[in-house]
């Protein structure tokens, strides 16, 4: 079974840095595709930064510039830096990991963690 641990999270002034953990188990193949997304209260979840199996990584708008995504296939783990944070950046923060399905060979299915809280005060 697939686990997905988010860890990192807390609470920093505006301006501030965090550095968001993922650790990925239980899987045969590695992911092919791996992400951040986040949730904001009274808001939609929305895909924050992901990062591909070559290495490709894509960032929202919002975040461009700010917050960095990487991964360490060695130790199965994802990262997200984030930089000179807001407070429109407060959030439930997800890890999800994406497998290619059998039937399909997509890379789409999806395994979430239980997210992690960040919060930034001004």
């Known amino acids: 079974q697939v686990q997905v641990v988010e860890s990192g999270g807390g609470s920093v002034q505006a301006g501030g840095s965090l550095k968001l953990s993922c650790a990925v188990s239980?899987?045969?193949?590695?992911?092919?595709?791996m992400a951040w997304y986040r949730q904001a209260p009274g808001k939609d979840r929305e895909l924050v930064s992901s990062?591909?199996?070559?290495?490709?990584?894509t960032y929202a708008d919002s975040v461009k510039g700010r917050f960095t995504i990487s991964q360490n296939n060695a130790k199965n783990t994802l990262a997200l830096q984030m930089n000179s944070l807001k407070t429109e950046d407060t959030a439930l923060y997800y890890c999800?990991?994406?497998?290619?399905?059998?039937?399909?060979?997509?890379?789409?299915?999806?395994?979430w963690g239980q997210g992690t809280q960040v919060t930034v005060s001004s």
């Open positions: 999800a990991a994406s497998f290619r399905t059998v039937t399909t060979g997509r890379c789409e299915s999806q395994y």
């Open positions: 239980g899987y045969i193949a590695r992911p092919c595709a």
């Open positions: 990062i591909g199996s070559d290495g490709t990584t």
